[in-house]
Nanobody, 125 residues
Framework: QVQLRESGGGFVQAGDSLRLSCAAS????????MAWFRQDIGKEREFVAA????????YYSDSVKGRFTISRDNAENTVYLLMNNLKPEDTAVYYC??????????????????WGQGTQVTVSS
C-alpha cells in the first residue's frame, strides 16, 4: 500500500507563491503518474497538474498553466507543485494522487488509486 502525505499549504496573499510537497511512503511506488487535484467547499474535485513518473511529461489545467509547475524526485518518490502568482480562486484543499495503472486520463480522479488527505491553501485578495 502507498501512503501519500501533502505538506506546504498555508495562508497567503494574492501574488504570493507556495510550494507543495507530496511524499509517497510504504511499499516502493510502481505506478505511472502522480497528480495534484484541488477542491473547494461545495465544488467538485478538479484537476490541477500531473506528471508521468517515468519520463517526466507534465500536464496542466488551463487555469494554472504558466503559473504552476509540477516536478518530481524519483529517488524520494516525491512530487512537488510550485504555485506562483496565486489568486483568490486558487483557494482550495490540494490533494496529491498516484495511480498504479497506465490506463485512464490524467485529468480525471478515476485514474488514481491513492490519495493524500489534503493541504489547505488560502489566498486572500
Amino acid at each position: 500500500q502507498v501512503q501519500l502525505r501533502e505538506s506546504g499549504g498555508g495562508f497567503v496573499q494574492a501574488g504570493d507563491s507556495l510550494r507543495l510537497s507530496c511524499a509517497a511512503s510504504g511499499r516502493t511506488y510502481s505506478g505511472y503518474a502522480m497528480a495534484w487535484f484541488r477542491q473547494d467547499i461545495g465544488k467538485e474535485r478538479e484537476f490541477v497538474a500531473a506528471i508521468n513518473w517515468s519520463d517526466g511529461t507534465t500536464y496542466y489545467s488551463d487555469s494554472v498553466k504558466g503559473r504552476f509547475t509540477i516536478s518530481r524526485d524519483n529517488a524520494e518518490n516525491t512530487v512537488y507543485l510550485l504555485m506562483n502568482n496565486l489568486k483568490p480562486e486558487d483557494t482550495a484543499v490540494y490533494y496529491c494522487a498516484a495511480d498504479r495503472r497506465r490506463t485512464g486520463s490524467y485529468y480525471y480522479t478515476s485514474k488514481y488509486d491513492y490519495w493524500g488527505q489534503g493541504t489547505q491553501v488560502t489566498v486572500s485578495s
